[in-house]
């Protein structure tokens, strides 16, 4: 999978969208949601899901196909938690649990402004949706 991350649409930008390309070469499943990291991967805590985004069933992606995760990074405003952040790391789930290793994303041109506090990911779709996928 390539992993990269957009500005939506909104001054101040409060959410990313991640979007999941398949680069495999065969058709791939994305469980669950993205396990994001904001810092050292190490000691970061995992960004917590949003229960209402999950689908009725995984994505499956044919070669070249993307998916796609809402990601709330803050709540707009200014905000003495609020950090700046230039890239991520995204893990994804294999079967069995998180997978080995994770990809370090660049966050958006210009950077991104981080509440740990405020943070949450959706699950991956083939699509955004209207209501499933705005918190």
């Given amino acids: 999978m390539k ?3 957009a500005k939506q649409d909104g ?3 409060t959410h ?5 390309t ?5 058709t791939c499943t994305l469980l669950h949601y ?5 810092g050292d991967v190490q000691t970061a805590k995992d960004v917590p899901s ?3 985004s999950r689908p009725a069933t995984p994505v499956v992606l044919a070669v070249g196909a993307p998916a796609h995760a809402a990601v709330r990074i803050n709540n707009g405003g200014v905000d003495d938690e609020n950090r700046a952040v230039t890239s991520f790391h995204v893990n994804l789930f294999a079967a069995d649990g998180p997978a080995e290793g994770s990809e370090v994303v660049s966050a958006p041109a210009d950077g991104i402004t981080m509440d740990d506090s405020a943070a949450k990911t959706g699950y991956w779709t083939p699509e955004l949706r209207e209501g499933a996928d705005d918190f």
């Fill in 3 to 5: 992993i990269t991350a």
């Fill in 34 to 38: 993205p396990l994001i990291a904001f």
């Fill in 11 to 13: 001054v101040p930008t």
């Fill in 50 to 52: 949003v229960a209402k």
């Fill in 22 to 26: 398949n680069v495999s070469g065969r």
């Fill in 16 to 20: 990313i969208t991640l979007t999941a």
